[in-house]
């Protein structure tokens, strides 16, 4: 393999790793504030023909992904207001929010299929991006790409180190707690939730803007629910969700480009297996045993709260 | 005058199943305005989707065999639900008992004998119910949460099928179509009536929803199901093994959801293809909330939603309504019918204000 093609497969890597860590990042935050959203697909989806819609009909890059992050964020708020004003049970909530994005986003894109739209643009710093190797590696990206690796580092800072950062995490491991001292769960609830689907409709732009760049029904393919797993394949925390998405993104391609060269000898579905495998090992290695204490998920993940009065 | 929300002490019997038809109306409400919005004519398109396909035999048998499949698995499924047991991916272990009993029929491919179905349906309950045990066991040795490790067995199931009938298992005269041989006649369920598909998968569904109403509102094992989900302490006091409910409700779940599975390849479907389902295991999920987690509610559930199924692809061939609509009209009614949820639990009492009670 020379280097051209190495890079190259690198390059590709980072493009279909960048939704995944996008729409991941969103989940950790939610489910740090204690609220588990199956409904990551459908957010991701409704995000992907949104921003596909208005880049298409604005020429705006920046409207479109402005459009998918919207579009996740009201999808997220109408998850909020059913599992957190009315505490509906949030495995069945996210389910139907997925149901629910997969058929909004199909109603909605049924007058764009086919249709292409320009690709997100590659940033290009004059000298830099020219380098040999580094030049194509690192500064030759789009926005989004460094947004994503923006944001882990600085939710990453927001929970370590801030004020609002602490309580959310408060409000995710003891609701009741966080209560009794005066904060109020719902809100922060909200807005964590809300943060969430802005990440995942960020996320599905990055697909019908950047990876692909157009609309097709479906065509997350389940990668939001990959964005779960990983989240849980990270234990939580920002730096490994960044490693983990790239880990993702390495196997899913690499599958492909050994597959395209006859160098697989095994099937490939055994390959695209590993992923979903590596979390499991993952979720055993951190729900037993002495790592248990400091990498379990958040406790009140997935239980609903009412205040008591 | 402020508003209060307050727990209700007594649920009203009625109440949790008056809540469903309630949603069932504003779903239809909803869908009417979203199909106007659209550019269809909402009461056209409504009848379309919920009443044309009662009208003829052929309508009501692909509704019995549609339903099947979402009561089957949401019956084993509500089983779990009840002990905060939440198996999720009875999407991969329906694929998997498909595999097994799939891989009964292709071993015995062009034998005859009474004895291929049963032992199909066998197979295919233990291929499920493997499958299930895996988060089972994770669960009760390793405390690892049943949502996410079945959920992502859903996925290996699904790359499993792929690799078997596009290796070992693919069809030597299917043209490189990744898909399994046609099962022989003894290898298909018998159908019930002539020129229709209902086949007698449908009977056993109905055994199996009654089956579990007993089970669940009779039994001892029913009792503590119900007890180590509604009250854990209780529970634990009274000497009821969680684990033990964690592993019979899980293969429950599997086992039934691998049984759909054999009654798909072996009824309507007839060989192993790629997709099995449209979804079949994360709908079942709805149907057994819209059933209030009770085997009796589920039938009805079930039928509802073969219903908007079927009627959406009737709505499809008659009047171009496009497919999506119909996934968009599904989740509203399990929007409606969790938000309404909260009236069952909380009622909205007004309260006057402190000023006006000096």
Same mark, same amino acid.
């Given at each position: 393999m020379n280097d051209i093609m190495l890079v190259s497969l690198i390059v590709t890597i980072i493009t279909a790793a960048t939704p995944l860590l996008l729409a991941s990042l969103g989940e950790l935050v939610t489910e740090r504030a204690g609220v588990l959203n199956l409904g990551v697909e459908g957010m991701m989806l409704v995000g992907a023909v949104a921003a596909f819609a208005v880049q298409f009909t604005t020429g705006s890059a920046i409207l479109g992904c402005l459009a998918g992050a919207a579009a996740g964020t009201a999808l997220a708020f109408l998850f909020g207001v059913l599992t957190l004003t009315l505490t509906s049970n949030q495995v069945a909530t996210g389910l139907a929010l997925t149901i629910f994005g997969i058929g909004l986003s199909a109603l909605a894109g049924s007058g764009f299929v086919g249709n292409p739209v320009a690709k997100l643009p590659q940033l290009n710093i004059p000298g830099l991006s020219d380098l040999p190797v580094i030049g194509k590696l690192v %500064? &030759? &990206?789009?926005a989004l790409v460094y947004f994503s690796i923006a944001a882990t580092f600085a939710i990453a800072w927001f929970l370590k180190s801030t004020r609002a950062g602490l309580i959310l995490r408060a409000v995710g491991e003891s609701d009741d707690s966080a209560h009794s001292i005066g904060y109020n769960v719902i809100r922060i609830r909200y807005f964590a939730v809300m943060f969430g689907g802005a990440m995942c409709g960020l996320g599905g732009a990055y697909l019908s803007l950047a990876y692909t760049p157009m609309w097709v029904e479906e065509m997350t393919a389940g990668r939001g629910w990959i964005s779960l797993a990983l989240v849980v394949f990270a234990a939580w925390r920002p730096f490994r969700l960044l490693a983990g998405a790239y880990l993702f993104g390495g196997i899913a391609i690499l599958q492909l480009w050994l597959q395209a060269r006859g160098l697989? %000898?095994?099937?490939s579905q055994v390959l695209a297996m590993l992923p979903y495998l590596a979390t499991i090992i993952v979720l055993v290695v951190i729900s037993s045993g002495p790592a248990r204490s400091r990498l379990g998920a958040p406790a009140s993940l997935g239980k609903p709260f009412r205040a008591s009065s | 005058m402020r508003f209060k929300v307050e727990q209700r002490r007594h649920i009203p019997h009625a109440l949790p199943w008056i809540t469903p038809v309630l949603s069932f109306i504003c779903t239809l409400v909803a869908a009417a305005i979203l199909f106007a919005i659209i550019g269809y004519e909402p009461l056209g398109a409504l009848y379309q989707l919920f009443v044309a396909p009662l009208l003829t035999v052929q309508g009501l048998s692909e509704l019995a065999l549609k339903a099947s499949p979402l009561v089957l698995i949401a019956v084993g499924l509500a089983s779990g639900f009840r002990a905060n047991v939440w198996n999720i991916g009875a999407e991969g272990q329906l694929i998997m008992g498909a595999v097994a009993g799939g891989g009964v029929a292709l071993i015995f491919y062009g034998e005859e004998g009474f004895w291929i179905l049963p032992l199909m349906c066998l197979a295919g309950i233990a291929g499920g119910m493997a499958w299930a045990a895996i988060p089972a066991f994770l669960r009760t040795r390793f405390a690892v949460n049943e949502i996410l490790v079945s959920l992502m067995l859903t996925y290996v199931a699904g790359l499993f099928l792929t690799m078997l009938i596009l290796g070992p298992w693919k069809d030597p005269d299917g043209m490189n179509f990744p898909q399994s041989r046609i099962f022989s006649d003894s290898a298909t369920l018998p159908t019930l009536i002539e020129g229709t598909r209902l086949n007698a998968g449908v009977l056993i569904t109905l055994l199996v929803a009654l089956a579990g109403w007993v089970v669940m509102a009779r039994s001892l094992l029913g009792f503590q199901i119900r007890t180590v989900g509604s009250a854990p302490t209780a529970a634990r006091y009274a000497g009821f093994s969680r684990s033990r409910v964690v592993w019979i409700t899980m293969l429950a779940g599997g086992g039934l959801a691998g049984l759909a599975g054999v009654f798909e390849v072996a009824g309507p479907i007839g060989q192993l293809i790629p997709k099995l389902t449209p979804g079949y295991g994360f709908t079942a999920i709805i149907v057994a909330f819209l059933g209030r987690l009770h085997p009796l509610g589920i039938l009805v559930a079930g039928l509802v939603m073969a219903l908007s199924y079927i009627g959406g692809d009737n709505a499809q061939v008659e009047i171009g309504l496009p497919n999506a609509a119909v996934g968009v009209v599904q989740a509203m009614l399990l929007f409606f019918l969790l938000a309404s949820d909260f009236l069952v639990r909380y009622r909205i009492r007004r309260v006057r204000s402190a000023g006006a009670a000096t």
């Open positions: %500064f &030759h &990206h789009d697989l %000898f095994v099937p | -």
